[in-house]
């Protein structure tokens, strides 16, 4: 079930305001003018709380992009009704394109997110129109 939920947080509406990545990203690209745009390199979360018949569940995901291009995913779904938390976590790369990152899990198969910047310090990460505040 958590990765069903998982799947339809990916699968949402895409962001319409653009960032360009900074041309020291991995896959980023050279603007030729003008200063670099903020970088996603960080820690960024997401808590979505979700009631379902019986149960109060909690699913937490947090993506760690390092500036090398490494970058790691971890999902932590907590259950009132299991008592105890289930955590997965899956390395991977990335790549920037324009206003798309394509993460590449080192286990196999890719994803490919819209991404924006935002709020008054770029600490808002919108992947796929799931917002991901910066804690790193």
Do not use: K
Not at 50 to 64: F, K, S
Not at 107 to 113: E, N, V
Request: one cysteine or more; proline letters at 7%; glycine letters at 12%.
């Amino acid at each position: 079930m958590a990765a069903l939920g998982a799947v339809a947080l990916l699968l949402s509406a895409c962001s319409a305001d653009p960032v360009q990545p900074r041309p020291d990203e991995p896959g980023g690209n050279h603007s030729g003018t003008g200063s670099p745009s903020p970088t996603i390199t960080g820690t960024w979360q997401n808590v979505v709380v979700i009631q379902v018949p019986g149960d109060l569940q909690t699913w937490t995901t947090t993506w760690r992009f390092d500036a090398d291009g490494a970058c790691l995913q971890t999902n932590v779904t907590e259950s009132l009704a299991e008592g105890f938390p289930r955590t997965t976590e899956r390395s991977c790369t990335y790549a920037i394109s324009g206003t798309r990152i394509t993460v590449s899990y080192d286990t196999g198969g890719d994803l490919t997110f819209d991404f924006d910047l935002t709020g008054p310090a770029s600490d808002v990460l919108v992947l796929n129109g799931f917002e991901y505040q910066r804690i790193g």
